[in-house]
């Protein structure tokens, strides 16, 4: 018997657990072989961001990430998967976005966090804007073609 | 009635972040959409420069360009994303 497979697909402020994710993915079940995560983490290479201001589209955030991870699902055996991205202001070092992906073995588990994140990077409604540790704006982050490229690998020929 | 909605550039360049518009009956895609905005003056104008790298949502889902409008409820305009 086969039960469904729901995506948990989460958009918030609040900073994440990544150990308490993998717990509530695994919890109660004993067929999990292989759980993979990624976190993406806020990061200043100049020494003079102050935070990344991550504006959102409400509803449709939800929405985009949980028709990509339903994607996942329909392309591996998945025993569950896991997305949560934050919004609002967010500092060097501290964490934007989690997946968590688990599978009977770790070839799908990581091919399909791989695939999330590729997808969500182009087409999930979020956007960066830069607040440097002077008081100033440094703008809007512009989207860059190799993650239009990293999305592309995965089109079905 | 639509409600059109913006974000990150396009928002702050607009000046708002969103409104209800009555579209003219010869908006029919999205790319005629981002024209008629265009014309509607400086904020516009400024923010729908370059049209076609402007990312267009009907009722919270992807389109193209060439997309009819039809009914839409909602259609929200943006840059490419930057999240993740």
């Known amino acids: 018997m086969t039960v469904a497979v729901v995506p948990m697909v989460r958009i918030q402020a609040a900073d994440f657990d990544v150990a308490a994710e993998i717990a509530l993915l695994t919890q109660g079940r004993v067929d999990v072989g292989a759980v993979v995560t990624f976190t993406g983490l806020c990061r200043d290479e100049a020494g003079s961001l102050a935070a990344l201001e991550l504006e959102h589209y409400p509803g449709m955030a939800e929405a985009e990430i949980t028709r990509i991870a339903n994607e996942a699902i329909e392309r591996w055996p998945l025993a569950g998967i896991t997305a949560i991205h934050r919004f609002g202001r967010i500092k060097p070092g501290e964490n934007i976005v989690l997946v968590v992906a688990g599978s009977k073995h770790r070839q799908a588990a990581f091919e399909a966090a791989s695939f999330l994140m590729d997808y969500l990077k182009s087409r999930a409604p979020f956007w960066k804007k830069e607040h440097r540790i002077d008081g100033s704006e440094g703008g809007w982050v512009d989207a860059k073609e190799s993650d239009e490229a990293a999305a592309a690998r995965w089109a079905k020929s | ?84």
Do not use: C
């Open chain 2, 1 to 84: 009635m639509t409600k059109l909605i913006y974000f990150a550039w396009v928002r702050e360049r607009i000046g708002k972040a969103e409104e209800d518009v009555e579209l003219p009956a010869d908006v029919k895609t999205v790319r005629e959409l981002l024209l008629w905005l265009k014309s509607r003056g400086e904020e516009f104008e400024s923010a729908l420069q370059h049209p076609e790298v402007i990312r267009v949502a009907i009722n919270q889902e992807h389109v193209d360009h060439r997309e009819l409008i039809g009914g839409a409820r909602e259609i929200a305009l943006f840059p490419p994303m930057t999240g993740g």
